[in-house]
């Protein structure tokens, strides 16, 4: 009687040891997704030409959780009208940012951009130096003449906890897939 009680005991125990496998498996699944695979879909070609419009990237939302944005960081932050927006990082907490002769200045020096960047025709709120608080970045997209950023007041200075996470891959069009690095 007592070898059927353990072969059950042990049966029992299997299907017990199988369901927490397939528990902590799509934990573990939930969390990486979560973490690493929120899509964003950009819309329009203010991130031209490393992004366009229609392309799908993957936000690593814990890039920020452990530490700051830095400079030249393509990341998402989220509007005061709730819209999801990706931009590139150019000032800093801090930092005093200007626009003259379509140049960016921080701290009245000259910033040494990557190449790629197109040049700032419109300085918007830039035009006089914009200092910038201990939890604020400049954001401005690539495509300088076509992105509603910080020059404009309805976007302005962005707060760290409006930044949602660090655009980190490239996931379609297929053809263009990438990881995407800051310059």
């Known amino acids: 009687m007592d ?6 005991n042990n049966k029992l125990r299997h299907v ?9 498996v799509i934990a573990f699944a939930w969390f990486l997704v979560y973490a690493f695979g929120t899509q964003i879909v950009i819309a329009g070609h203010s991130m031209a030409p490393l992004l366009t419009s229609e392309d799908v990237v993957l936000m690593d939302r814990l890039a920020y959780d452990f530490g700051h944005p830095g400079r030249f960081d393509v990341v998402v932050f989220q509007r005061e ?4 927006n990706v931009k590139r990082v150019i000032g800093l907490p801090g930092e005093t940012v200007q626009i003259k002769n379509d140049e960016i200045y921080i701290d009245g020096e000259k910033l040494k951009e990557p190449a790629g960047l197109s040049r700032v025709s419109l300085a918007g709120l830039a035009e006089k130096p914009v200092k910038l608080g201990e939890d604020e ?17 309805n976007i302005g200075n962005v707060s760290g906890s409006q930044i949602q996470g660090k655009v980190w891959f490239r996931i379609l069009p297929f053809v263009k897939m990438e990881i995407i690095r800051s310059k």
């Not at 070898?3 to 059950?8: L, R, T, V, W």
């Not at 017990?16 to 902590?24: E, P």
């Open 16 to 24: 017990v040891n199988w369901i927490v496998d397939i528990v902590v």
């Open 81 to 84: 009208d709730q819209k999801m």
């Open 3 to 8: 070898f059927y009680h353990s072969e059950d």
């Open 137 to 153: 970045y400049f954001l401005l997209g690539d495509n300088r003449d076509s992105s509603e950023d910080s020059r404009f007041s």
